[in-house]
């Protein structure tokens, strides 16, 4: 028995390994018990000498709540670090998201959301999804929940190029459940 459950914990790993690029917006976008909320964040670091290192990285929400039942949020992100003028990593990514919310436990979410990240190799990629979810143990006093969604996303994805290997597609467009 605790073969099969250690197999299967290491399949359930394996086969979602892909998504670790997807952006989990449902837990960094809080508008629950607020009609509105908007927030924004700079930060730059940077550091000279034998090395020459800059750090910048800014997000931004906005959410805005229509009686009880409707929430719309607009959320975004850019990072940037570099060595010596030479870019290491810049990613950056924008989400429009819609959720209905039918009762306490059940609710829809549907969004669009486009990224890029040059570390992945990822010029663009394009997310369009929705579906339904479902809060089946949600303790506000110890932050603990257990939810469960069902939805359909098309994401559309181009690599650079000029830096795949020779057998990889450039681009992909597929169906995720």
């Known amino acids: 028995m605790a073969y099969k459950i250690l197999l299967f914990i290491i ?8 998504s670790q690029t997807l ?25 000279y000498g034998n090395l020459d290192i800059q750090q910048f990285s800014s997000r931004f929400l906005f959410g805005y709540k229509i009686k009880t039942h409707h929430l719309f949020r607009a959320m975004g992100g850019f990072e940037f670090l570099s060595k010596d003028n ?9 989400q429009l998201r819609y959720n209905y919310i039918f009762s306490s436990r059940i609710r829809s979410f549907h969004f669009y959301q486009v990224q890029s990240n ?3 190799l990822l010029n663009k990629r394009e997310l369009f999804g929705s579906g339904v979810r479902i809060s089946f143990f949600n303790k506000d006093s110890s932050k603990v929940s257990f939810n469960v969604g069902l939805g359909l996303m098309y994401e559309n994805e181009f690599l650079d190029e000029r830096l795949i290997g020779v057998n990889e597609l450039p681009n992909t467009s597929l169906f995720r459940m």
């Open 118 to 120: 040059n570390t992945v």
């Open 11 to 18: 399949l359930f790993f394996c086969v979602n390994a892909k």
């Open 86 to 94: 030479k870019d290491l990593n810049k990613a950056a990514f924008t």
């Open 23 to 47: 952006i989990n917006t449902e837990k960094i976008s809080f508008l629950e018990d607020k009609n509105y909320v908007v927030g924004a964040e700079l930060e730059y670091a940077g550091s």
